[in-house]
C-alpha cells in the first residue's frame, strides 16, 4: 500500500530523512514513532506528495505520483487549520466541497462523521469555541469527508488531555476495522503500543521496525525496576554492572546483560544506607526499547 526505498529528504545541508526504507499493508494502524525533529512530518509530507523527496522512491496504493491517488487518501496535518468562525457543521461542509461532494451528499455524510466522532451536539459551535481534544476530532472528522483508503495524521493527540487521546485512537481503531489503513506519527510511546505496526525514527533515520511484540521479543537485556527512597540513585549503583539506569516517574530501570545484577544491585543499596527499595524484574515497554535506541543502542 505504501513503500518506499531509500528516501531522503535534505534541506541544505540539514539531512531531515536519511535513506529510509519501509513497506506498509493495506489494513495496519502504522505508528512512527519519534521525538521532536526527528523527521516524522518531512516523512508524513513526501509520502501524500506536498513536499518532494531529494532521492529515493516512494510508491503510493500503486503509484509513484500521490497527485494521481490523492482521493483516495486523507491528510489530518500537526498544525490544522479550521475556520474558527465557523460552525463544526460548516467546517465539514467547506471540507466536503472541497472534494467536490454535492450538498445533500455533504450533509448526510458531514452529519454520520459528526456522531462517528461524537460532535453532533456540537455542530452549531464556532470551531474557535471548541476545546482542544474536541479540534482535533474535527480535523479528523474533516480529514474523513472523502472516504480516504489511507488516512494519515501527523501528532493528532499532541498537547490533548488523556480521555480524549484515548477516545481519538478508539476512533482510529474503528475506521481500521472497517478496513482503512491508517499512518499516524506521534511522539507518545503508549501510542505506539496501540499500532499494529511500528516505526521509530530517531535524527532521520528508522532505527526499529516491527510489531509492538515482536520488538519487545528481540529486546537483548534483562530489566529491573527499582523503587527507593533516597536520591543519587544513579551514584549510588555505579559500581554495579548496569548497562543503563532510567528514571520513570518515581521508579528506575536498571537495564543488565544478566539477572545477577540483582544481588549487587540490593547490596549497593544496603551499603548506601538504603533498607526500604523494591526490585523486580519486568517486562519491557516500547518506551525502554526505544530509550535504548535512542541512546545509540541500535548501532
Ligand atoms: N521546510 C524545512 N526547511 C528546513 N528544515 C526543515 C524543514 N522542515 C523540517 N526541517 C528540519 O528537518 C528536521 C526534521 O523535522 P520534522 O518536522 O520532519 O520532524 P518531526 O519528527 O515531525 O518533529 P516535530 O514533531 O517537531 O515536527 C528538523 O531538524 C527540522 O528542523
Not at 489494513?27 to 512512527?32: C, H, P
Not at 503509484?63 to 460552525?87: C, H, M, N, R
Not at 471540507?95 to 461532494?101: I, Q, T
Not at 450533509?107 to 482542544?132: Q, V, Y
Amino acid at each position: 500500500m505504501i513503500s518506499l526505498t531509500n528516501v531522503t529528504k535534505q534541506f541544505g545541508t540539514l539531512t531531515a530523512v536519511d535513506n529510509l526504507s519501509l513497506g506498509v499493508k493495506a489494513g495496519t494502524i502504522f505508528g512512527l514513532v519519534g521525538p521532536d525533529g526527528a523527521g516524522k512530518t518531512t516523512t508524513i509530507r513526501m509520502i501524500t506528495g506536498i513536499m518532494a523527496q531529494t532521492s529515493g522512491e516512494i510508491k503510493l496504493l500503486g503509484s509513484l505520483d500521490a497527485e494521481k491517488v490523492k482521493e483516495q487518501i486523507g491528510y489530518v496535518p500537526q498544525k490544522f487549520s479550521l475556520y474558527g468562525d465557523l460552525t463544526v457543521m460548516e467546517n465539514i461542509q467547506v471540507m466536503g466541497a472541497l472534494y467536490g461532494a454535492d450538498k445533500e451528499r455533504v450533509e448526510e455524510l458531514g452529519t454520520n462523521i459528526l456522531a462517528f466522532t461524537n460532535l453532533l451536539p456540537f455542530k452549531d459551535r464556532l470551531a474557535d469555541n471548541l476545546s482542544g481534544g474536541m479540534k482535533q476530532k474535527l480535523a479528523l472528522a474533516a480529514g474523513l469527508m472523502h472516504r480516504p483508503k489511507v488516512f494519515f495524521l501527523d501528532e493528532p493527540t499532541t498537547g490533548v488531555d488523556p480521555v480524549s487521546r484515548r477516545e481519538f485512537w478508539q476512533m482510529l481503531y474503528r475506521l481500521n476495522k472497517e478496513g482503512m489503513t491508517i499512518f499516524v506519527s506521534t511522539p507518545y510511546m503508549d501510542e505506539a503500543e496501540l499500532c499494529s505496526e511500528v516505526a521509530f525514527m530517531s535524527q532521520g533515520r528508522i532505527v526499529a521496525l516491527g510489531t509492538p511484540a515482536r520488538l519487545k521479543a528481540d529486546y537483548p537485556f534483562r530489566l529491573f525496576e527499582l523503587k527507593a527512597e533516597g536520591k543519587q540513585l544513579k551514584h549510588i549503583l555505579a559500581d554495579c554492572p548496569l548497562i543503563d539506569v532510567n528514571a520513570f516517574g518515581d521508579r528506575y530501570h536498571l537495564v543488565a546483560e544478566s539477572p545477577e545484577v540483582r544481588p549487587k544491585v540490593e547490596a549497593a543499596l544496603q551499603a548506601a544506607g538504603i533498607t526500604r527499595f523494591s526490585l523486580q524484574e519486568i517486562s519491557p515497554s516500547l518506551e525502554d526499547i526505544f530509550v535504548h535506541l535512542a541512546e545509540g543502542g541500535a548501532s
